[in-house]
């Protein structure tokens, strides 16, 4: 199974770079929301939004949920191996609802239909944080 190695590897990859857009999207809506008043910003602001959800994201999302599912497929033996990864599968999930929040707040932000402020942002910006911890630790310490 030399290959699960290479998928493993790539769904890393593909996490690391999930992830790096999950972290910073909101961080450009949070300048978004708040320089409303600078039309040359917020067009600037927009492609960026724009650019790292559906060039980097949303591809990087996508190749995260296959090689996870390839991985399961691969070794279905890991679903005996304790309730970690039912666990982790449920923050996942919870990760994937995010990624399409993000969405819908990137296309509000967009039309110029958010009322969304920068604080509402910054603490949105928190969740992703929250649930990477949860999945690293079921993933590497295996609580239960």
Same mark, same amino acid.
């Given at each position: 199974m030399?290959?699960?190695l290479w998928i493993k590897a790539f769904h890393v990859m593909s996490?690391?770079?999930w992830m790096a857009m999950l972290f910073y999207l909101p961080r450009l809506f949070v300048y978004h929301a708040e320089h409303k008043e600078n039309a040359g910003f917020v067009e600037v602001a927009k492609i960026q939004e724009h650019k790292l959800f559906y060039y980097i994201?949303?591809?990087a999302m996508i190749a995260t949920v296959v090689s996870g599912l390839a991985m399961m497929y691969l070794n279905p033996a890991m679903f005996h191996s304790g309730g970690w990864l039912h666990a982790k599968l449920t923050l996942a999930v919870l990760m994937i609802a995010y990624h399409y929040d993000c969405r819908r707040h990137l296309k509000a932000?967009?039309?110029?239909?958010?009322?969304?402020?920068g604080? !509402?942002?910054?603490?949105y910006n928190e969740i992703p944080t929250l649930l990477?911890?949860?999945i690293?630790? !079921?993933v590497i310490v295996k609580p239960f």
């Open positions: 030399d290959y699960y996490v690391l770079s994201g949303h591809p932000l967009n039309e110029d239909r958010s009322t969304k402020s604080k !509402f942002f910054r603490a990477m911890i949860g690293v630790i !079921f």
